[in-house]
Every structure is written in C-alpha cells, then in structure tokens.
C-alpha cells in the first residue's frame, strides 16, 4: 500500500554542469515561537529509517552505490540532533516493501517521499510535514508581464498542464479564466512552451525548476508569479511515517526537524539538493545536486497515497 507513483508523469531531467546558485530561503515549516520539547529517547534501542532510491533528488544511490539526497540528510540531521548517532542505521529497498518491514518491526520510520494524507494519518502516525511541493507557473524568458496579478496575467492565456493531474483541478479552480491546453506529460508541456504554442506552464514547481537549471530547457524560460501552496490541491506536505502508537517518537521527530530548522541545518541541506529553488524567482543557476552526477529525476510522490 501507499505506493510511490509519479504525479502527472513527471519526465527525467538531465542535469549538466553548472555554476553555483545564489543562496535563497526554504520555507518556514514551523512557528519559532512554538517551542516542541524533546523526549527521552534513553530507552529506544534503535532507529532504523528506512527509504528506497529511486527518488531523487530526495533519496537515491550516489556514484559509488550509497544512499544520499535529501531525505538521508534530514535522516541524519535527526539523529545528531536527537544525539542518538550511534542508535540510528538506514534500510534501503523497494518501495513495495517499505510498509512489510515498518510493520515487521525492522523499522522505525520511513523516509521515502511520502504526502501527506487523509489515508495516511489513519493508518500512520505521521511527522510534521519537513517538505512542501509548490506550484508554479513558468514562460518563456521573453514573456513580458504587464500585470501585477498572476490571476490577471494569465487572463485568456494559453496554459500547458498536464491532464488530469492535480495541477489542472488546481488551474481550474484558481485561474478559471485561463485557457488550459492539457497535455498528455511534462515533457510535452516543456516543448509546447519551448514552441511558443502556449504562453505559460502551470505545474509542480520542484520537477519544473529541474527543469529550468538543465540543458534541457536550453535557458529558454523562467519561473512567473507563485510559488502557489494548497493543502487540498497537492497535499501539506512530505512526512516521516511511522507505527500508530509511536507518539513518543513522531514528537521526537518534530522536535528535531524545528531544530534543524533552527539551527540552519535545513536550509544547508535544502541548498544542497535544489540548485534552483522551486520557491524562487532568481535564475536558474547551472549545479547538479551533489551525488547525483549527470542524470537525475525530479518526481513526485502519489497523490491519493
């Protein structure tokens, strides 16, 4: 169950080499005023996460074989954080057999690239949400916005999305007076505003500044407008799971992830895997996530969970 698919086929995006980016901001994913204790983790004999790697830039196996990407670092920032290291070991397998081994008792969490859903929570005691996916509309460089609205400038404008996807409720119901132009994926989405028969793209703004900061693109295009954040629409966000009944541990895991929070952690580890940030405005600039080499793959878990 909850298996991870692709929302709206998301294509591969192959990464060149690039110069760094400009540092730019994650999003705040707690209250700094709301200080979540710690607690005592003396009794846990272990913390295993468990993940798979075929979801990068979020967890995958680097150039000699070992798991990386983003999700092992947060991984491992908990634990220093919880200053359980020596407690703590990662399991890497198929996605399939995530829920088996959680369920067998050979797992504490899973770390793979969860949503948040309703499903979820029913089944799972779940972290606070430690990554969010924005939606975003993109043009070509030459687009020129004359409006100060994005409900505006996208007003009878041709938009490529892809269909049925999530994205395209989502453009139905907050720019209604957009002209949608579903596609059948990303990838014809990208070279129908390469083409010039759209004018704008609507859709997962982490596949989407992939994108932008590869060959691919060709420096053809740039993010407009946004980032645009619905709960309904693409969830609140990726969760650690873990067992019903493990609230001890999912309040350790909140405490920790408000502390790297904090302390900076995040926002080095959220550099070091989004060259160009999906919340950002600047241009992309050309460097591939550490580890991932040449080819890398911007997906997105499934929706319905």
Known sequence: ?????????VAAVTLAAFAPAAAEDAPRLFDPSNRLTRPDLSGLPRLRFLTTLDFPPFNFADNSGRAAGFNIDIAR????????????????????????TLDGMRGEAIIA????????????????????FPARFTARTDFDVERPDMSSIALRRRVAVVEGSAHA?????????????????????YQALRDGDVSLLFGDGVAIAFWLAST?????????????????FLSPGMAIVMRQNSAGLSQAMDHALS??????????????????????????????????????????????G
């Open 259 to 304: 502390k790297i929070e904090e302390n900076g952690v995040y926002q080095e580890i959220y550099d070091r895997y989004f060259p160009l940030s999906p919340f950002s405005d600047i241009a992309p600039a050309r460097t591939p996530p550490a580890g991932i080499g040449q080819e890398g793959e911007a997906q997105r878990p499934d929706e319905t």
């Open 169 to 189: 409720a989502m453009l139905k119901a907050w720019f209604p007076d957009a002209r949608a132009v579903p596609m059948r994926d990303m990838e014809a989405a």
């Open 216 to 232: 691919a693109s060709d420096a053809c295009c740039r993010f407009v407008s946004g980032p645009f954040m619905s709960d309904h």
């Open 1 to 9: 169950m909850f298996k991870k698919m692709v929302l709206g086929a």
């Open 113 to 132: 690239g969860h949503r948040i859903t309703s499903a979820l929570r029913a089944e799972r005691d779940l972290s606070a949400p430690y990554f969010r």
């Open 77 to 100: 920032a908990i634990c220093r954080e919880l200053e359980i290291k020596a407690k703590c070991e990662l399991q890497a397998m198929p996605w399939d057999e995530l829920d088996v």
